[in-house]
């Protein structure tokens, strides 16, 4: 008999990173699901991506209290602020985009770099070919005011 899914959820959690403290631990504790069982195969799926990249994740949990997870590639806009070298700024020191998309340039990529951030993202686009999928990350560029040039 298959098992019974009681429901799934969606947690991004930096890669090789996580442990029992929040918001980890929280959201899995209130769903019944073992922490550090699941802290423990989440650090070992994600121990050849970069350290501290952020990962999406898709945690299926059934009625047994086990669970899969599905761990996908960085957001686009990850890969973007990496290439063009933004600098973190803010009170949460993280790299930003510009503040006015489109009006204002923060950094610039080359064509060669939309390509391989296309080349990395593709698994998790809707896109039947590389062009499209360069498509895809070049509009996220520019919302985030970062030029493309070559």
């Known amino acids: ?22 918001p980890v631990g929280p959201a899995l504790g209130q769903r019944g699901i073992n922490i550090m069982e699941f802290c423990k195969a989440f650090n070992a799926k994600t121990q050849e991506m970069e350290q501290g990249a952020p990962c999406p994740t898709v945690i299926t949990y059934y009625q047994d209290k086990s669970f899969t ?18 600098k973190p700024v803010g009170k949460r020191n993280r790299p930003r985009g510009a503040e006015t998309p489109g009006r204002e340039t923060v950094a610039s990529i080359t064509s060669k770099q939309l390509r391989e951030i296309a080349e ?27 030029e493309v040039k070559g």
């Open 1 to 22: 008999m298959a098992k019974k899914l009681v429901g799934s959820m969606k947690l991004q959690i930096p890669a090789g990173q996580a442990n029992p403290s929040p």
């Open 69 to 86: 997870m599905d761990i996908k590639t960085p957001p686009a806009s990850y890969y973007l602020k990496k290439a063009a070298g933004l």
């Open 120 to 146: 990395a993202k593709m698994v998790d686009l809707s896109a039947n070919d590389v062009e499209a999928a360069m498509k895809i990350i070049l509009g996220s560029a520019k919302s985030m005011g970062i």
